[in-house]
């Protein structure tokens, strides 16, 4: 049986580990690596597409990451209880024209006894900004979110 510790029900270290870790996994920009986080049957809501299953995880995430270049990505816990998590995202990217963007927005995160996410829900807004206006480094050494 698979599992990714650490397991609900959740305290506040070990709900800012998941959201390190969710955090981590994303930056990878690997769709595979990210997709061993969700159940095989995960149900995601990604601003207005339904995601059903790794397969589709692993889908989405390869068409995601071939457009949006150079991705890079902080979440902030917001609260927790029991075996939910909500975050508050911002993640930065461009497209192949050059053209840069911030995208924010919430997650709303539910897990099985495994510690595996059975439920994402995810609304983004993104903003287009000129490269000089970026806040994240293009290293991927650690970073705070500027609230």
Same mark, same amino acid.
């Given at each position: 049986?698979?599992?990714?510790?650490?397991?609900?029900?959740?305290? @506040?270290?070990?709900?800012?580990?998941?959201?390190?870790?969710?955090?981590?996994?994303? *930056?990878?920009?690997?769709?595979?690596? =990210?997709?061993?986080?969700?159940?095989?049957?995960?149900?995601?809501?990604?601003?207005?597409?339904?995601?059903?299953?790794?397969?589709? =995880?692993?889908? &989405?995430?390869?068409?995601?990451?071939?457009?949006?270049?150079?991705?890079?990505?902080?979440?902030?816990? /917001?609260?927790?209880?029991?075996?939910?998590?909500? =975050?508050? &995202?911002?993640?930065?990217? @461009?497209?192949?024209? $050059? *053209?840069?963007?911030?995208?924010? $927005?919430?997650?709303? /995160?539910?897990?099985?006894?495994?510690?595996?996410?059975?439920?994402?829900?995810?609304?983004?807004?993104? =903003?287009?900004? @000129?490269?000089?206006?970026?806040? &994240?480094?293009?290293?991927? $050494?650690?970073?705070?979110?500027?609230?």
């Amino acid at each position: 049986m698979e599992q990714k510790p650490p397991f609900p029900p959740f305290t @506040h270290e070990t709900a800012l580990q998941k959201v390190q870790m969710a955090e981590d996994a994303w *930056n990878s920009r690997n769709p595979e690596k =990210v997709s061993k986080a969700y159940t095989i049957d995960t149900e995601w809501r990604n601003r207005d597409q339904f995601i059903n299953g790794r397969e589709e =995880v692993v889908a &989405f995430l390869t068409k995601k990451w071939e457009k949006e270049l150079d991705y890079r990505l902080k979440k902030e816990l /917001w609260t927790f209880n029991d075996n939910k998590i909500a =975050v508050r &995202f911002e993640y930065e990217w @461009h497209d192949k024209s $050059g *053209n840069w963007f911030r995208s924010y $927005g919430n997650e709303l /995160w539910e897990f099985d006894a495994n510690g595996l996410m059975q439920r994402r829900f995810a609304s983004i807004n993104d =903003v287009p900004i @000129h490269s000089s206006e970026r806040k &994240f480094a293009d290293e991927m $050494g650690p970073f705070v979110l500027a609230c």
